[in-house]
């Protein structure tokens, strides 16, 4: 993988963790009620692209970047 885009992958995983741990997530009461999520769960038909997409799939289950990167 080129560094680039570890890069890039270290700043959304820092700036979606800062997020999560400031109290400025979503509420994930309704994602974590069910494993993996159900992809209507996230409500994000509204979206264009694969990077929009993950990026808000990023932040509302953080677990998703881990999941990304493998």
């Known amino acids: 993988m080129k560094l680039s885009i570890k890069i890039m992958l270290l700043c959304i995983f820092f700036l979606v963790s800062s997020k999560a741990f400031a109290g400025g997530g979503h509420d994930t009461h309704q994602m974590t009620e069910s494993f993996p999520p159900l992809f ?23 677990f998703n970047l881990a999941a990304t990167i493998i």
Do not use: A
């Open 40 to 62: 209507e769960s996230y409500h994000d038909s509204h979206l264009q692209g694969v990077g929009e997409i993950l990026i808000h799939r990023i932040k509302q289950v953080p």
